[in-house]
């Protein structure tokens, strides 16, 4: 596959994958019950620490941000929590410098699973055993700033893995 191909591909990935659309006619479906969600530390099976470090900020700034519901930081006092866990992630080149043979663009793939309970009842109102996320970023030309540039990729990967998170829980899909 040639150059313009592959990063074609790459690019209608990031816009298949990042488009968060919602029907304007879908109300929430949790129950009227919830008011509250805590979004405690998700685990993590993979060896890629920094990742869940910020998964549970950003879902609650989502939260916030998007929805009548308060977040709170005890389980214990919450109507709903959300559980996740980082199941795998991977990052890999996808497009090459044809003058220099060197990867210009990397993929990153983060595979996680993420339950919403209702702490009263003990009953699972979201569940998504296989929650993908997929983001793609340049490299820089300079190779040992190559593993640095994955930061700011999980950063965007995590903001969308909570904007998709919120939008899946409140629609139930």
């Not at 006619?25 to 470090?53: E, G, M, Q, S």
């Not at 030309?141 to 998170?165: C, H, M, W």
Request: net charge positive; proline share 5%; with cysteine.
């Amino acid at each position: 596959m040639n150059y313009v191909a592959r990063f074609a591909t790459a690019l209608l990935s990031i816009v298949l994958v990042s488009c968060g659309y919602r029907f304007a006619a879908t109300d929430n479906l949790l129950p009227k019950t919830i008011h509250t969600v805590c979004v405690p530390a998700f685990n993590n099976l993979t060896t890629r620490y920094k990742l869940t470090d910020q998964l549970p900020e950003v879902i609650s700034r989502e939260f916030i941000t998007r929805t009548r519901y308060r977040v709170v930081s005890d389980p214990n006092t919450a109507d709903a929590v959300l559980r996740g866990t980082v199941v795998n992630y991977s990052f890999y080149p996808t497009i090459f410098d044809p003058a220099t043979g060197r990867a210009a663009f990397a993929e990153l793939h983060v595979t996680l699973s993420v339950n919403l309970i209702e702490r009263a009842t003990g009953k699972v109102l979201f569940s998504r055993p296989t929650f993908d996320v997929t983001a793609t970023y340049q490299i820089s030309p300079n190779a040992t700033q190559y593993f640095e540039e994955s930061d700011p990729a999980l950063k965007r990967a995590g903001q969308q893995v909570a904007r998709s998170i919120v939008s899946a829980v409140l629609e139930n899909f």
